[in-house]
T-cell receptor, first 112, second 114 residues
Framework: QEKVQQSPESLIVPEGAMVSLNCSFS?????SIWWYQQHPGKGPKALI?????GNKKEGRLTVYLNRASLHVSLHIKDSQPSDSAVYLC????????????FGEGTQVTVIS | ETAVFQTPNYHVTQVGNEVSFNCKQT?????MYWYKQDSKKLLKIMFS???????VNETVPRRFSPQSSDKAHLNLRIKSVEPEDSAVYLC?????????????FGEGSRLIVV
């Protein structure tokens, strides 16, 4: 069964700093990898996804995927207080269900 | 902007009671899900429906049962709740089960069992 582990558990950064989050997964045959953002009392919201090895950039977000090392990272440039949230890594284990397996998340706090 | 609507937002009940959570999506998606999020923020899939057909049924206690009247609605019933059922239940939808399709979540229904 797919296992998804995230690090660090929590992170506090000053406004404007780079936020770097890590995620490791266990199944090299997994399909796309997703990052979700969850604010308190809200549902998770999809931020960015990646399937192929390498990197993908969207606005302030950059995601790096290395399937050989079963590792994906998310970097948020020029962080803002509104970026304070829990960030969840999710792996699509494929099949007809499109099932996502989630990690436990990283709590990010951006202080002004 | 929310397009997956869940009711109720919050519910407190006693052990042994029955609880129902409702979910409706206005995105025209074919596939809907129920996830359970525990106190450590870990989300675990419970059920998935595609066009009213059950396609995923993870190992959950029998007291949990999903109900779908059409592809826009997916409800969750819990018969005889237990203390470990206290969690946030999140409904989600996506346009089909293809790998690149985004999963959209509702805001969740928090259940507290006393």
């Amino acid at each position: 069964q797919e296992k998804v582990q995230q690090s660090p558990e929590s992170l506090i950064v000053p406004e404007g700093a780079m936020v770097s989050l890590n995620c490791s997964f266990s199944d090299s045959a997994s399909q796309s990898i997703w990052w979700y953002q969850q604010h308190p009392g809200k549902g998770p919201k999809a931020l960015i996804s990646i399937f192929s090895n390498g990197n993908k950039k969207e606005g302030r977000l950059t995601v790096y995927l290395n399937r050989a090392s079963l590792h994906v990272s998310l970097h948020i440039k020029d962080s803002q207080p509104s970026d304070s949230a829990v960030y969840l890594c999710a792996v699509n284990t494929g099949g007809l269900s499109g099932k996502l397996t989630f990690g436990e998340g990283t709590q990010v706090t951006v202080i002004s | 902007e929310t397009a997956v609507f869940q009711t109720p937002n919050y519910h407190v009940t006693q052990v042994g009671n029955e609880v129902s959570f409702n979910c409706k999506q206005t995105l025209g998606h074919d596939t809907m899900y129920w996830y359970k999020q525990d106190s450590k923020k870990l989300l675990k899939i419970m059920f998935s429906y595609n066009n009213k057909q059950l396609i995923v049924n993870e190992t959950v206690p029998r007291r949990f049962s999903p109900q779908s009247s059409d592809k826009a609605h997916l409800n969750l019933r819990i018969k005889s709740v237990e203390p470990e059922d206290s969690a946030v239940y999140l409904c989600a939808s996506r346009p089909g089960t293809g790998d690149g399709n985004t999963l959209y979540f509702g805001e969740g229904s928090r259940l507290i069992v006393v």
